[in-house]
């Protein structure tokens, strides 16, 4: 089986993270994606970090693809890390051929997460453009350190099978959505716009 895993608090999930589902099923050419509720972002405050219970079951009422699958196993098994959960999965399901999805902002920061280059190391990784990041993310620290290892977007459907270090940037639909304007509840989580960007 050819699985994303699409990790994040989800503080709230919405619909733009069922967008990037959506198209990384399809681009990516993958049997499922797993949604990855984690106990937090160590990078974050957790001031406003809503149990992870309510996250688990919002995301669960949001997605509505019978390929799409959601989780909180992270918190049972202790894991702190993005990497002890790659590492985890990649080690017990051998079998599977697994692919990190992840925002285009996250890779702008990516460099700050821990041991971030064993995990470009580990898996293939598809960053799906982000409002704000379709510029600046392809220039950051990781995306310049693992510069060799990104694939033309006409592969992306082989990327699963492809042996780590291989990366690829998505574009395609965005939405404006994000969780921290639905926490504070500003109009333009009300309103949100979806658009196709220019690159």
């Excluded at 990078?43 to 996250?55: C, F, I, M, Q, S």
Aim: proline fraction near 7%; hydrophobic fraction near 40%.
């Amino acid at each position: 089986m050819r699985i994303g895993l699409f990790g994040g608090s989800f503080n709230p999930p919405h619909e733009g993270h069922r967008l990037v589902s959506r198209e990384s099923l399809k681009r990516l050419n993958l049997d499922a994606i797993w949604w990855l509720v984690t106990p937090g972002n160590p990078l974050k405050t957790h001031e406003d970090l809503a149990p992870l219970a309510e996250r688990v079951a919002a995301a669960r009422a949001l997605v509505d693809h019978p390929a799409v699958r959601v989780t909180g196993f992270e918190a049972a098994r202790g894991f702190t890390y993005t990497y002890q959960t790659l590492e985890f999965l990649t080690r017990t399901l051998a079998d599977r051929r697994f692919v990190w999805i992840m925002g285009a902002d996250s890779l702008s920061s990516f460099h700050r997460w821990e041991r971030w280059e064993d995990i470009f190391c580990l898996l293939p990784i598809a960053v799906y453009v982000r409002p704000g990041s379709t510029r600046c993310a392809p220039f950051s620290k990781a995306a310049l350190r693992f510069a060799r290892s990104r694939i033309d977007e006409a592969d992306a459907p082989r990327l699963a099978s492809m042996h780590p270090p291989a990366w690829v940037f998505l574009h395609g639909l965005m939405s404006s959505l994000s969780s921290t304007q639905l926490r504070n509840g500003t109009e333009k989580a009300k309103n949100p716009d979806f658009w196709l960007p220019s690159h």
